[in-house]
């Protein structure tokens, strides 16, 4: 199946003009079976599907992989129209960022939470370059996957309170076999690495199982699944529980809950969490 690729505004905007409702799927490429199932749900919104590949500078730290992160254009197009994609935009850094980009969101509080506290700035960067499309594209629907589920919800936030007129469609998570988390940065790890990665997900499995099962002392169990990670070789950034409708620490009497990790495995980091 023929896409049509573009690396230009304008040329992407009369592509889109006049044409059918759009369902949007913004991506850094390097596509997995998870990517694609956002695909393959955009394209069940609508007949006509965007997806965006762009690694955005604005939301890497300095030390972050930025220069490494994974970019694999030709095969991602080629995924792609095998799904009957219509258009892929992936435009040059200088055709989204001409100059410097000095205008930019101030965020609510949560930001600066669970993912925003060890990646500051992180949030703001996810929400200038969204925006940004979303202006660009004006799609009907943009589909979000739940492993970037701290993201998900500023996104919802920003769009709900900016009057943005889009809906936010929330994809579960893809997951290997064995539980982990798809992510491109799962190709970071080495073959040991790999066999331990599941960990993190059958961590936040037994900690929903004991929720679950009627415990509600919140501090000690995500204390008990912190060191149990530790004991194996991990660095927790954070695991911890929280209410699903506004992200804050949850309390004894909540439901409706989350429980959302970030851990280092050697030098990759990676995230998860588990609706309770």
């Keep these: 199946m023929f896409v ?3 690396d230009d505004i304008d040329s992407l905007r009369t592509r889109l003009q006049g044409n059918a409702p759009v369902a949007f799927v913004p991506t850094m490429g390097n596509l997995h079976p998870g990517h694609l199932a956002l695909v393959k749900r955009a ?14 500078r604005l939301q890497f730290l300095p030390h972050e992989d930025f220069e490494r992160y994974p970019r694999t254009l030709a095969d991602d197009c080629k995924a792609l129209s095998q799904l009957d994609v219509n258009s892929i935009f992936a435009p040059h850094e200088k055709i989204l ?3 410097a980009q000095e205008f930019l969101l101030a965020l609510p509080p949560v930001a600066d939470t669970l993912e925003g506290k060890f990646r500051p700035g992180f949030f703001q960067g996810v929400a ?3 925006l940004k499309l979303f202006n660009i594209i004006q799609p009907q629907q943009a589909v979000f996957g739940k492993k970037d589920y701290q993201q998900l919800h500023i996104v919802q936030e920003m769009v709900r309170q900016l009057n943005i007129p889009v ?3 929330a994809c579960d998570t893809v997951r290997a076999p064995d539980g982990l988390a798809l992510s491109s940065r799962n190709q970071y790890l080495n073959h040991e690495q790999r066999q331990e990665a599941c960990q993190l997900f059958q961590t936040l499995l037994q900690l929903k199982n004991e929720i679950v099962s009627g415990k509600r002392e919140f ?3 995500q204390r008990d699944a912190t060191q149990h990670l530790e004991q194996r070789g991990w660095s927790v950034d954070y695991l911890s ?3 699903r409708s506004n992200l804050m620490p949850a309390q004894a009497h909540d439901n409706d809950l989350v429980v959302l990790a970030a851990a280092w495995l050697g030098n990759t980091r990676l995230i998860d969490n588990l609706e309770i």
Excluded at 43 to 56: C, R, Y
């Design 241 to 243: 529980v929280h209410k």
């Design 43 to 56: 394209k069940q919104l609508n007949d006509q599907v965007v997806v965006s590949i762009f690694v955005n």
């Design 219 to 221: 501090l000690t169990l």
């Design 128 to 130: 200038t370059i969204l």
């Design 4 to 6: 049509d690729i573009f």
């Design 97 to 99: 960022f001409p100059t």
């Design 167 to 169: 809906e936010i469609i």
